[in-house]
């Protein structure tokens, strides 16, 4: 196989390969597993080889719904090690194990002042790419990573002894714990979380350590059965059980003081917004696609219900999600253990295909280009 040559703007830890695998995507739920190259960088950007990255919802998204131009290669939530290091690159070396965002904010732009990260001119420039437009690239065996990524802080040096699944989980976590502050939860509160797949579970566990008393809702038992294996002990079986009632029975009649919809669609807001009291918060998670829905204005006239969103992350909180994730390894938040399904990078498109079609039994779907090394 042929290797890339060493060049004056990079060092690497051994000859790379000049080519790799990839589930590149080509249109409306068209992912075809191909041969690539593997991309060059250049000064001030890093080389990372992913040892694991999870399939994940909006990645979905943009696969069935054709929402973004091809050919592109997903995948975002992923960890691995350096493998070249471009020049004046001093606070990282090789052979480091790292995760990778694939966005970061400027931090002084209006947005940013106003505490709006995500509407970011630089934070929605993707800086993590495999190849072709930047996409993320974790579904790939090499990704280049930036610089303003590298510089902005968007890569996290993994400490000895954590797995590269568990680092795979910051940015994810960062994400539901930005909309978990938003809401701004008191001891004394009730929260009820739609959807207990790994996002509305994580949300869930963060709610439970703010303090809050949480109500968990989803169909499948089994989820149910994870969900009390990090403490969460109030289940709503939404298969059997009118779930605004129950959450207003669990209450005094009064209803959820927060509640969050981590169920793509809007099928579900009016539940979220019924099962809220007055003056409660309805916060929506999952609703990532642009369109209509129908809700009662009256809610929040009257009502003063407050109909929110939380999208994406903020590295106001990197530090501190990282942080939770690092040292709940071995204190009760073990997000390795959302993970039912690890497909080597050869498999990516049964991958993707079980993480479309969620059924009881699955949970976190991970890519792994070599099988095993996301447990290293």
Not at 201 to 224: F, I, K, Q, W
Not at 368 to 375: N, Y
Request: charged residues 20%.
């Amino acid at each position: 196989m042929a290797t890339q040559t060493i060049t004056s703007e990079s060092a690497t830890v051994h000859a790379l390969p000049a080519t790799m695998r990839a589930a590149v995507y080509h249109g409306i739920n068209d992912v075809r597993l191909e041969t690539v190259p593997v991309p060059a960088i250049g000064r001030g950007e890093l080389l990372v080889r992913i040892a694991t990255c999870g399939v994940c919802g909006t990645d979905l998204k943009k696969i069935h719904l054709g929402s973004h131009s091809a050919p592109r290669i997903f995948g975002h939530e992923m960890a691995g090690t350096i493998v070249a290091v471009g020049k004046g690159v001093t606070n990282f070396a090789l052979g480091q194990r790292v995760m990778v965002y694939h966005h970061v904010p400027c931090g002084q732009c209006y947005y940013c002042r106003k505490n709006t990260p995500a509407q970011c001119p630089l934070y929605k420039k993707t800086g993590a790419t495999a190849g072709f437009e930047a996409s993320g690239g974790g579904f790939a065996e090499y990704i280049r990573v930036m610089d303003w990524i590298v510089s902005g802080g968007g890569v996290v040096a993994i400490p000895d002894g954590i797995p590269f699944e568990q680092a795979a989980f910051i940015e994810p976590v960062n994400t539901v714990y930005k909309g978990v502050k938003l809401l701004n939860l008191q001891p004394d509160d009730t929260v009820l979380v739609i959807g207990q797949g790994p996002i509305g579970l994580m949300h869930a566990v963060l709610a439970h350590r703010a303090g809050a008393r949480v109500l968990t809702s989803d169909l499948y038992p089994e989820r149910h059965a994870i969900a009390a294996s990090y403490g969460l002990t109030n289940p709503i079986h939404a298969g059997q059980e009118n779930v605004a009632e129950r959450v207003k029975s669990e209450t005094e009649g009064r209803g959820a003081d927060a509640v969050v919809l981590a169920v793509g669609g809007n099928a579900l807001i009016k539940t979220a917004m019924d099962a809220c009291r007055m003056g409660g918060r309805i916060m929506l998670f999952a609703q990532t696609q642009h369109g209509e829905a129908t809700f009662d204005p009256g809610a929040v006239c009257v009502d003063e219900k407050t109909l929110l969103g939380s999208y994406s992350s903020s590295f106001d909180i990197a530090d501190e999600v990282a942080d939770l994730v690092f040292s709940g390894y071995r204190n009760g938040f073990d997000l390795t253990r959302l993970i039912s399904h690890r497909f080597s990078l050869e498999d990516a498109i049964q991958a993707i295909d079980v993480a479309s079609h969620p059924k009881a039994d699955s949970m976190k779907i991970m890519i792994e280009p070599v099988p095993g090394r996301g447990g290293e």
